[in-house]
């Protein structure tokens, strides 16, 4: 009996005594930390995207806290992120924010795209791209195996008829697809524009015609319908996407091949 | 014999063509020369659309070092110059040539010399104004491999005589038929490198060439030795071949001139010894067509610039159901799409292969066998590279040294899973690069 009273009060004391030591070292070599920095990262989502520049998300609290970045920096929380930074760090959100997503610049489905060869190698878009294209006569469109599908943490794309879609609730324009994809069509867009351009096809317009039926020709009439939002650049019509307030809408009725879309 | 370790062997299937002697092929109406058919930089064109152009002068050059001009095949008039489909799939525009029917006059980039009222640096001259790249495949500028770095030394020029890739005969016919003229350009190259030796590897599976090389070596009183090497893939590499004749290991990331060597291929011998002797630019080459979906198959001196359809037609048609259109040999050769594509510098051989031969099986997961490792010439472990390429880990394929790869092509040969491996270290290779180069930056900011 005695040896249970014995050993349950030598380990008691020496609880007692390492406590006592790691509380006075805690008190000793405490950090000072802003208690913004605590706040803001309570709130951020957390996916530690990168897509801020900073480091992940608590990286960008702290930098917010400073002032380094600005407090609608976190692409994946949004506006109402943004807003509860506001309150915290007392600065309101600008009134010209607005939501990005990532916009897909070819709308040829599988069905669509004239092939030249077979492909039969490593089924990922970056292997297609460095081998001929995959066999695709463009040679600027999607290739349709879905890297960007893959990257994407947030699940936002889904792949249909082998062209990526976006799903605007879910894409929080961390810009990984971006960066994924070997022919560089994926880019990030304001959401509510409303026009993006489905294709990115620099080929003249004649060779286009005979190789995809919704690839933008370099026609102009765009260009002439909404002269302020639209210009075509190397047989590709480009949107200004600063020229906020204009409806860029007459142009998509307009265009021959319906390649701007929504 | 003289050979290296592991590698495989695979069927040669070099007896359809190996016997027919090398023919002139029909000379095209229309050339079609891409501004750039060499590993480097691509040229500038010298011509404009409606230029007359005489055959052999030249009609595009680049200022950068690593890269060579190109010469007119055949006379005639530019038509265009725009992009056409190419077999090395390079974005860059073509030089269009139609012939004309006035009477063909050939330039020369120079005059007749002898080797021996030659200095180095007149032959390396010489080399470059030719527009030599290596004939082998891989199109290295051939005047870039004899200004060896300051600081080496190269003592001897290996002359690779293996054509190691199944199909191929192109440098076989080469060798029995121009064995003079092989020795002769060895002679000069060594002369411009300042090497005393001079070795010519040949497979042991080419007797005849062995014989023809051997012949003419040994009238050239000493410096010359020809050795049989073994016939295994890739025996041809020049890794493998300096090992295999020298006993000098090439280290990882350097040059054969590191352990003083300078290797170039028998056709480019022979082509060093036309532009030295009679000032003769590279505008035709030997190429093989063949192939099981080829009715006649041949050795065809060929103008550069040639679409392939043209040769395929002298060749007797096609047989069969043909799927598959290559440029070179079936380890490391270039599927293309069309066979509207021209003959370029690089090409050895065109080879048609029909749906009894290509047969595509999914990839399957890798069953950790190994062979993979045991094939592999240079010494890598494939199968940690593929793991990496397939996930993204290209820190990891760099540390694992995916940059020394040849892409020869032996580890998918015998992967029993089917995994396209060279494909995904290609994928790796210029994502390391990449990756590397991005490192740089930010550190040089």
């Not at chain 1, 000072?32 to 709130?43: F, G, L, R, S, T």
Request: glycine share 10%.
């Amino acid at each position: 009996m005695m040896i249970f009273l014995a050993s349950i009060m030598v380990l008691g004391l020496l609880g007692f005594v390492f406590a006592a030591l790691l509380g006075m070292a805690a008190d000793h070599f405490r950090v000072e930390v802003d208690p913004k920095v605590e706040a803001i990262a309570a709130i951020l989502p957390g996916a530690n995207c990168g897509a801020c520049g900073a480091a992940g998300c608590y990286n960008f609290a702290e930098r917010v806290a400073l002032g380094e970045i600005v407090i609608s920096g976190c692409v994946v929380g949004g506006k109402e992120v943004a807003e509860k930074i506001g309150s915290i760090m007392g600065v309101e959100v600008p009134s010209d924010y607005h939501k990005k997503i990532a916009a897909v610049h070819c709308g040829a489905t599988t069905k669509d795209r004239k092939k030249l060869a077979r492909y039969e190698g490593v089924a990922k878009c970056s292997a297609a791209h460095q081998l001929r294209g995959g066999g695709l006569a463009c040679g600027f469109g999607c290739l349709g195996f879905g890297d960007c599908f893959c990257v994407c943490p947030f699940d936002a794309i889904s792949m249909e008829g082998g062209l990526p879609k976006v799903d605007p609730d879910k894409c929080t324009s961390c810009g990984k697809c971006v960066a994924a994809c070997p022919r560089r069509i994926i880019s990030i867009v304001p959401h509510d524009f409303g026009a993006v351009i489905a294709c990115s096809s620099k080929d003249p317009g004649a060779m286009v015609r005979k190789i995809c039926p919704v690839g933008c020709i370099g026609c102009k009439i765009c260009e002439k319908a909404v002269p302020e939002v639209y210009k075509v650049v190397d047989n590709l019509a480009v949107i200004d996407y600063s020229a906020q307030g204009v409806d860029p809408a007459p142009a998509i009725a307009k265009c021959p091949t319906k390649c701007i879309v929504k | 014999m003289k050979s290296f370790s592991r590698g495989i062997h695979p069927q040669d299937s070099k007896e359809r063509s190996a016997a027919k002697p090398i023919k002139e092929a029909l000379s095209p109406r229309k050339v079609i020369l891409p501004l750039q058919q060499n590993l480097g930089c691509p040229c500038e064109p010298l011509v404009k659309v409606g230029d007359e152009v005489s055959e052999g002068e030249k009609i595009a050059d680049s200022a950068a070092f690593v890269s060579a001009p190109i010469h007119a095949p055949i006379s005639g008039r530019v038509t265009e110059i725009k992009y056409y489909p190419n077999a090395c799939d390079y974005d860059i525009p073509s030089i269009v040539i139609e012939a004309t029917d006035a009477v063909d006059k050939v330039t020369r980039p120079g005059s007749r010399w002898t080797l021996e009222e030659l200095a180095p640096e007149q032959i390396r001259k010489i080399i470059r104004e030719a527009g030599l790249v290596g004939l082998g495949g891989a199109a290295f500028p051939t005047h870039v491999k004899l200004a060896v770095p300051k600081g080496k030394t190269v003592d001897t020029v290996v002359v690779n005589g293996c054509e190691c890739e199944p199909f191929i005969t192109s440098d076989h016919r080469v060798m029995v038929e121009k064995a003079a003229a092989i020795i002769l350009g060895a002679r000069a190259l060594a002369k411009a490198v300042g090497a005393e030796k001079i070795v010519v590897g040949i497979e042991s599976n080419k007797l005849d060439a062995y014989k023809a090389v051997n012949f003419e070596g040994l009238k050239v009183r000493g410096g010359v030795s020809v050795v049989q090497v073994k016939t295994k893939y890739p025996q041809g590499g020049e890794k493998m071949l300096i090992k295999a004749l020298l006993d000098r290991e090439v280290p990882s990331g350097g040059l054969p001139s590191d352990v003083g060597a300078v290797v170039c291929n028998v056709a480019t011998a022979a082509a060093a010894a036309e532009a030295v002797t009679h000032g003769l630019p590279l505008t035709k080459r030997v190429v093989t067509v063949t192939g099981p979906g080829i009715k006649e198959p041949q050795n065809l001196l060929v103008k550069i610039g040639t679409p392939f359809a043209e040769l395929i037609e002298q060749c007797g048609g096609t047989v069969g159901n043909v799927v598959k259109l290559i440029m070179g040999g079936p380890m490391m050769g270039i599927a293309v799409p069309t066979a509207q594509v021209p003959v370029v510098k690089a090409t050895s051989a065109i080879l048609l292969l029909t749906d009894q031969e290509v047969k595509v099986e999914p990839e399957g997961n890798c069953i950790r066998c190994g062979r993979c490792v045991r094939s592999c010439p240079i010494g890598l472990t494939p199968n940690f590279l593929a793991e990496y390429a397939k996930t993204g880990n290209w820190q990891g394929a760099y540390d694992y040294n995916v940059i020394d790869c040849i892409e020869c092509g032996c580890c998918g040969f015998v992967c029993p899973s089917r995994i396209p491996l060279v494909q995904y270290f290609k994928l790796a290779k210029n994502a390391v690069r990449e990756l590397k180069l991005a490192e740089k930056k930010a550190v040089c900011r």
